[in-house]
């Protein structure tokens, strides 16, 4: 490994309400294009109240980008214009392609004790493949694979591959990296990551200091409270994403008392204009008007 990567900006989720009136947390999204190229949106629906989300997401259409749905706690019915349908328990992932054109609902049931746990995230797909055929995945908990460090550091491996281990999801374009991953207390530890993507982190659970100048801070030094020095390092908490600059080749995470769990996210950028408005990203105004055209005509879903 040569230099870990340094923070570039920091991100906490805000409050925001989707859907028929789901209240949900996003990290970050329109506003934030280009900096997470090629991710455009991630959303925390984490909820211990049904009546921020029992009225979740009725039918809504999608066109150009891929959709990734990953539940923690609870459950999400749903089914879609192609005519896929199902239910994704605590660990399962739904990760759909919408490409040409699909319209689909979701609805949040929650767990017995009436908590919704996850996330959405919206990956850009590049210009030639906007109008491809919709593809669609249903992924089960036992379908993804976990990889356990020497440093006792667990990784759930979605997409693409680490230390050998290949998630269910590979083959996309812009060779998305996705890991769930939990660290132990008081450990020091780095994960190697692709010089050439955009990569950014976004914690669950538990809090750390994440980037490069942490390996001379003692574990009792480390103070429970949000320290944002972007020439130094950052102890990130909960509901937090750090976004990373392209400038090493692996993270630098240290914990202290407590474990901390994160998302792991990383991805080629495409570099290619964006133009979105609602659940439609498409590269050109004209490609964005002519999607609501047809949708408005009934001719949205394009039979294959």
């Keep these: 490994m040569n230099e870990p990567r340094t923070i570039r900006k920091l991100f906490k989720s805000k409050p925001v309400t989707e859907g028929a009136g789901v209240e949900l947390k996003r990290v970050f999204g329109f506003n934030e294009v280009p900096q997470f190229d090629?991710?455009?949106?991630?959303?925390?629906?984490?909820?211990?109240?049904?009546?921020?989300?029992?009225?979740?997401?009725?039918?809504?259409?999608?066109r150009g980008i891929e959709t990734i749905t990953y539940v923690l706690e609870g459950s999400i019915d749903h089914r879609d214009s192609l005519g896929n349908k199902g239910t994704i328990h605590p660990g399962d992932l739904q990760w759909m392609a919408a490409g040409s054109g699909i319209i689909?609902?979701?609805?949040?049931?929650g767990s017995t004790k009436g908590i919704i746990a996850g996330f959405q995230l919206w990956l850009n797909l590049p210009a030639?493949?906007?109008?491809?055929?919709?593809?669609?995945?249903?992924?089960?908990?036992?379908?993804?694979?976990?990889?356990?460090?020497?440093?006792?550091?667990?990784?759930?491996?979605?997409?693409?591959?680490?230390?050998?281990?290949?998630?269910?999801?590979?083959?996309?374009?812009?060779?998305?990296?996705?890991?769930?991953?939990?660290?132990?207390?008081?450990?020091?530890?780095?994960i190697s990551v692709d010089p050439e993507q955009t990569v950014f982190t976004y914690t669950i659970a538990g809090?750390?200091?994440?980037?490069?100048?942490?390996?001379?801070?003692p574990f009792h030094t480390l103070d429970r409270i949000?320290?944002?020095?972007?020439?130094?390092?950052?102890?990130?908490?909960?509901?937090?994403?750090?976004?990373?600059?392209?400038?090493?080749?692996?993270?630098?995470?240290?914990?202290?008392?407590?474990?901390?769990?994160?998302?792991?996210l990383a991805g080629t950028p495409l570099d290619e204009p964006v133009a979105?408005?609602?659940?439609?990203?498409?590269?050109?105004?004209?490609e964005l008007n002519q999607a609501f055209e047809d949708y408005r005509n009934g001719t949205f879903v394009q039979r294959q």
């Design 38 to 62: 090629p991710f455009l949106l991630l959303d925390d629906f984490t909820s211990d109240d049904p009546q921020h989300y029992l009225m979740g997401f009725p039918w809504h259409p999608h």
């Design 207 to 217: 809090a750390a200091w994440f980037s490069h100048n942490t390996e001379e801070l």
């Design 276 to 286: 979105w408005h609602g659940p439609i990203v498409m590269n050109t105004e004209a």
């Design 104 to 109: 689909y609902e979701e609805m949040p049931l």
């Design 128 to 190: 030639v493949e906007k109008m491809s055929p919709p593809r669609y995945r249903e992924i089960k908990a036992a379908e993804i694979p976990e990889v356990h460090t020497d440093e006792q550091v667990t990784m759930r491996v979605i997409a693409g591959t680490m230390q050998n281990t290949t998630g269910p999801v590979n083959g996309l374009s812009v060779k998305p990296l996705f890991l769930d991953v939990i660290i132990p207390p008081s450990t020091s530890w780095n």
């Design 226 to 264: 949000n320290y944002f020095d972007m020439d130094t390092t950052a102890l990130v908490t909960p509901q937090t994403a750090v976004l990373y600059n392209t400038d090493g080749d692996h993270l630098h995470i240290v914990t202290d008392v407590e474990p901390v769990r994160f998302l792991l």
